[in-house]
């Protein structure tokens, strides 16, 4: 990898941690297309997994960071919807492997499309909503977390892109929860798929020669973001609440959508 490429790595780490603490979205969105860019001619199944692994990393340290500002979630919510998470990355993990990338792709901008158009149309959350998970609301976020863990086993985005927009659907989700409560699944949903993916051999691409890999996983990007990632930690926890979650929910809406046709360009017009 050149200078360049390590620069760019280390920039994306930043913004990835970033857009991670203020809404919740793991950072694999960004992840995805940054590394479709910078390595054109690798396989997405190297990128998808290289970006979940990412993804994994950089939840499990705003979780332990969110601990220090005392949010409390509903930790039997938590352990069902990560269980509907796990068994969505799984199918969209094997699945990656069927699928032409053209596919994957479009799955992809597809997906980021949607999202963007029901976030930003999204009707106003209570921020003080006190309502309690019920059974219904339980099954409902199993099957939501199921779909955003396939969508994320096939394409890497890691699922809290697709997840904060539909969590924030949830009754019993206050806003300033739905960070936590998708970085704790990001965090469970990944291991599935990580360890699909370092048991799978492929040979190495010539554009990564020199670096660590593992089965799928470019452990050497990995490595490069995610440090940068944990530099960025502390100052992205204090971005948290600064922002009015009609303004965060605009913001993700929009992010979301340039994301995707930025994919779609670079796919079809390059």
């Not at 691409?205 to 089965?215: N, T, V, Y």
């Amino acid at each position: 990898m050149t200078i360049t490429m390590i620069a760019v790595l280390i920039l994306s780490g930043i913004m990835t941690n970033i857009v991670s603490a203020l809404f919740g979205i793991g950072g694999g969105v960004l992840m995805v297309p940054i590394l479709r860019t910078l390595f054109p001619n690798i396989p997405m199944q190297i990128i998808a997994a290289t970006s979940l692994t990412i993804v994994m990393s950089t939840s499990l340290i705003n979780l332990i960071l969110f601990r220090h500002q005392h949010i409390n979630i509903n930790i039997k919510s938590m352990l069902l919807w990560s269980i509907g998470m796990i068994i969505g990355v799984q199918l969209g993990f094997e699945l990656s492997f069927i699928l032409a990338e053209t596919g994957i792709v479009s799955i992809f901008v597809v997906t980021l499309i949607l999202l963007a158009i029901k976030t930003f149309f999204s009707k106003k959350r209570n921020q003080e909503n006190t309502q309690k998970a019920d059974k219904k609301e339980y099954i409902t976020g199993m099957l939501v977390c199921a779909f955003g863990g396939f969508i994320a086993g096939i394409t890497g985005i890691g699922g809290g892109s697709i997840m904060a927009p539909l969590v924030n659907q949830l009754k019993s989700v206050q806003t300033k929860q739905i960070a936590v409560y998708t970085n704790y699944m990001m965090f469970i949903g990944g291991f599935g798929s990580l360890i699909g993916y370092i048991s799978r051999h492929i040979d190495l691409p010539k554009a990564l020669s020199g670096s660590w890999q593992i089965g799928y996983v470019n452990f050497t990007i990995v490595a490069i973001v995610v440090s940068a990632s944990f530099a960025m930690s502390f100052f992205s926890m204090k971005l948290r609440g600064k922002l009015s979650p009609q303004v965060t929910t605009r913001l993700l809406a929009w992010i979301l959508l340039m994301i995707a046709c930025y994919m779609a360009i670079l796919q079809w017009y390059n």
